[in-house]
Nanobody, 121 residues
Framework: QVQLVESGGGSVQAGESLTVSCVAS????????MGWYRQAPGKQRELVAA???????NYADSVKGRFTVSRDNAKNTVYLQMNSLKPEDTAVYYC???????????????WGQGTQVTVSS
């Protein structure tokens, strides 16, 4: 069974940091692309960051320089470290995974259930 399970969401003040994690089930290849989308209330879901098993990454312009995506292939886990958080970063953050032959901006094949991140001013 394909599973992506996020953890680490919560509520923080603007300017603070938060890290969310996502563990993929063994049925998801460690060669897969992994990454994060987010969806704010009333808005479309948007790509935040993605990373290949070899380490190449892609970021949304809105988070470049503040967010860092990383992964531990041995644990089949992807992380999103979020620094200098802003109220506009408030959203449900969804982990995703794609086969390695996809691009870093391809629509996701597999989704997690999401974790809420709330940033107050």
């Amino acid at each position: 069974q394909v599973q992506l399970v996020e953890s680490g969401g919560g509520s923080v003040q603007a300017g603070e940091s938060l890290t969310v994690s996502c563990v993929a089930s063994e049925s998801i290849s460690r060669a897969n692309i992994m990454g994060w989308y987010r969806q704010a209330p009333g808005k479309q879901r948007e790509l935040v960051a993605a990373i290949r098993s070899g380490g190449s990454t892609n970021y949304a312009d809105s988070v470049k320089g503040r967010f860092t995506v990383s992964r531990d292939n041995a644990k089949n886990t992807v992380y999103l470290q979020m620094n200098s958080l802003k109220p506009e970063d408030t959203a449900v953050y969804y982990c995703y995974s794609n086969p390695p032959y996809y691009t870093l901006t391809s629509p996701p094949r597999y989704w997690g259930q999401g974790t809420q991140v709330t940033v107050s001013s």
